[in-house]
């Protein structure tokens, strides 16, 4: 694996900011309010002479009794673990804390290259005053402002002499992407923490615990995944505090970053205006999908209780009728071991390309079957089809009348191709193409 950098230190002292900074984009929130990043957020960064990983953690309070800042502080505790070098933020505008000589006591125990980084330093004032934390007993100091890309180059450079070898075989490309969607408090990080085998995500009963998406590479019967948790994603109208309303964006775009979207639904509460929606997201993004009813266990069942609720699910996501549906229990580990299994054969049927004579031959008997609708008294003629692209599968349909072909018609053409090829799992494109004779020129409509 490439070397692993973990940001740790106590709260709003700038570690995301430092992070996206580092990233060369905004991926964490970055907010003043104490706690806004409150997991393990990961980033590959690529942008300087030697690539590594970059963890961004919540916040670190070594004495607490709130549960909340007790998991973050375990969360940071990990990512030290896990990490190569240590980068140990503090603020200079708050000058030297009891928690932060206590976090500093705690560093140097660990074995590991540490960097004692102090930010907000924005001036000469601030770089003077900063001289105080070398009573840390610290031979270095790196004052930097995150915010003003201050003295980060410098970090950086002295960071890369430290790391160990890397591994240039591993490239997160190869890695099966895997998100997991829903609602606030329908288990997605209790999910998370059973598929791992260990508390990867703060799982708390409280709606809105996970703020940022958090990735994790884990791998499984010796193939390689990258699972996204994400924040729980609330109707418009329940997304009033600035901070969700990140949230929501964080988490349509992993959505977008995802190959195979694990769309959780809480069991006891059933299929929601707000789930269909969500679900919505991620029909419209093109990716691979899996139902996971999370919380089955907690159920009253009968021999109707299954089949009832896969009605359910089916009546409710009608544009995802392709999907699989697991029922499943993050408490107990009731049937986790199906969700790997299914997102690999979605996966398959993800990257899947037909030949275009085995294409052509089920097109051909699909026309033959069943002509297109008459459009103004004209025939709807189809020349031949091909697939175009995976990610998700794609064809593209040559006709005479690419605009008149009806959605009904390009849903039966769908529907031929899966049952000829399977697809289970993912949505399939179809376009249309012409031309015109008149012009030369290509005409084209895209599948509704």
């Known amino acids: 694996m490439k070397p692993i950098v973990a940001i740790v230190g106590r709260p709003n002292v700038g570690k995301s900011t430092l992070f996206n900074r580092l990233l060369g984009h905004r991926r964490a929130m970055v907010d003043d309010t104490p706690g806004v990043t409150r997991d393990r957020n990961y980033a590959n960064i690529?942008?300087?002479?030697?690539?590594?990983?970059?963890?961004?953690?919540?916040?670190?309070?070594?004495?607490?009794?709130?549960r909340m800042l007790q998991q973050m502080r375990e969360q940071s505790q990990l990512a030290m673990e896990e990490a190569d070098v240590i980068l140990f933020m503090m603020d200079a505008r708050s000058g030297l804390t009891p928690a932060d000589i206590e976090v500093a006591g705690m560093l140097r125990k660990v074995g590991k290259p540490v960097f004692y980084v102090v930010n907000k330093v924005d001036g000469d004032k601030l770089e003077n005053e900063s001289a105080e934390f070398y009573s840390l007993g610290v031979e270095k100091l790196f004052t930097i402002s995150a915010e003003h890309n201050r003295g980060v180059i410098d970090l950086v450079e002295n960071l890369q002499d430290v790391f160990p070898p890397a591994d240039s075989t591993v490239n997160v490309e190869d890695f099966t992407k895997i998100a997991v969607i829903g609602?606030?408090?329908v288990g997605k990080s209790s999910l998370v923490n059973r598929l791992l085998g260990f508390e990867r995500v703060v799982a708390n009963p409280t709606p809105g615990t996970t703020r940022d998406s958090v990735d994790t590479l884990f791998m499984c019967n010796k193939r390689q995944y990258l699972l996204i948790d994400t924040a729980g994603i609330r109707r418009k109208g329940k997304t009033t505090e600035k901070l969700e309303k990140y949230s929501?964006?964080?988490s349509l775009r992993s959505i977008e970053r995802a190959d195979v979207v694990l769309m959780v639904i809480n069991a006891e509460e059933g299929v929601t205006e707000q789930d269909e929606r969500i679900a919505g997201y991620i029909h419209e993004a093109g990716r691979g999908c899996v139902f996971v009813v999370n919380k089955w266990d907690t159920l009253p069942k009968d021999n109707a209780t299954f089949g009832g609720y896969t009605e359910k699910i089916r009546d409710g996501f009608k544009y995802l009728a392709y999907a699989p549906i697991l029922f499943v229990s993050a408490t107990t580990g009731q049937r986790i071991g199906k969700i790997v299994t299914t997102v690999d054969e979605v996966m398959e049927q993800f990257v899947r390309r037909v030949s275009t004579a085995d294409l052509n031959r089920v097109f051909s008997e699909a026309t033959e079957a069943h002509h297109a609708p008459l459009s103004h008294g004209r025939r709807v003629k189809f020349y031949f089809s091909t697939q175009v692209a995976t990610r998700p599968p794609s064809f593209v349909v040559f006709t005479n009348q690419p605009e008149n072909v009806h959605f009904s018609y390009e849903r039966y053409i769908i529907n031929r191709f899966r049952e000829a090829f399977g697809f289970n799992g993912v949505p399939l494109r179809l376009m249309f193409r012409g031309r015109d004779r008149k012009s030369g020129a290509d005409t084209s409509r895209p599948n509704r």
Not at 49 to 57: G, H, Q, S
């Open 183 to 185: 609602r606030p408090n």
């Open 46 to 66: 690529n942008r300087f002479d030697k690539p590594f990983i970059l963890i961004d953690t919540g916040g670190f309070e070594p004495v607490t009794s709130d």
């Open 248 to 250: 929501v964006v964080d």
